[in-house]
């Protein structure tokens, strides 16, 4: 599957942005799909992914509560609906797709969408 994110910018702290993620295939609604994100110097961390509707969503600690994961398998495509953004949330975000159940650590994403950058200013 092929993944491309857009949405990213600018937000003040306390503000709102929405990601979207489009991805090509026939078989999108099998896969699971996640949200990650990578601030400059640090690693690539998980933010939240969503499976079928028995898998439901995970969200990390860190934006439980202020960020929304949703697929729409008619148009191929996740969201993450972020709220209440803080300066720690800016980083380049990504999408990512795995066929299989299993950790949700980067390695055991197959397919990854390229970067759309999020930047909070306090």
């Known amino acids: 599957v092929q993944l491309q994110a857009f949405g990213g910018g600018l937000v003040q702290a306390g503000g709102s942005l929405r990601l979207s993620c489009a991805a090509s295939g026939r078989t999108f609604n099998r896969y699971i799909m996640g949200w990650f994100r990578q601030a400059p110097g640090k690693g690539r961390e998980f933010v939240a992914a969503?499976?079928?509707?028995?898998?439901?969503?995970v969200y990390a600690d860190s934006v439980k509560g202020r960020f929304t994961i949703s697929r729409d398998n008619a148009v191929n495509t996740i969201y993450l609906q972020m709220n209440n953004l803080q300066p720690e949330d800016t980083a380049a975000y990504y999408c990512a797709a795995k066929y299989y159940q299993g950790p949700y650590s980067p390695e055991n994403f197959g397919s990854w969408g390229q970067g759309t950058k999020v930047t909070v200013s306090s």
């Open positions: 969503i499976g079928d509707p028995e898998t439901g969503t």
